[in-house]
């Protein structure tokens, strides 16, 4: 097995050496936080990640179907998710490649939803997670 450490932390600026881990996963977080984090997370990352280190960050769906968009807003609002609408709407790649990820060294991908059958009239045509991912060079 390979030992993994957990934790929670401040993600913007952790105590952990430089070039110290190998993965960085975060789950639907960066919607919990704001656009000036965002930047400091990946900076963070970047500067953690051992070469060859890789970042995952999973997030909410985005949608271009009104009613799961409605509803998406409608959430954000009455979970006072204030930054939730603006974090989907960003480019985190250009995020991302403007605080030093080198280009092309992040992309954007899709992870599937899962949902049990009487769920899925929630999210209507929303089928996947957005993912950014990040190698160091």
Known sequence: GVPEHCAQANAERTAY????????????MLHETATSATANIFRECLRLLKPGGRMMHLELPRTSDPFSGFM?????????ENFGPISRAMDWIAVAESVGWPKGAVRMDQAPLAFKPSQKHYVQNVATWPVLLGEKP
Do not use: C, K, Q
Request: glycine share 0%.
């Open 17 to 28: 050496p430089a070039e110290s881990l190998a993965l960085i996963v975060s789950h639907i």
């Open 72 to 80: 998406m807003e409608w959430e954000a609002h009455n979970n006072n």
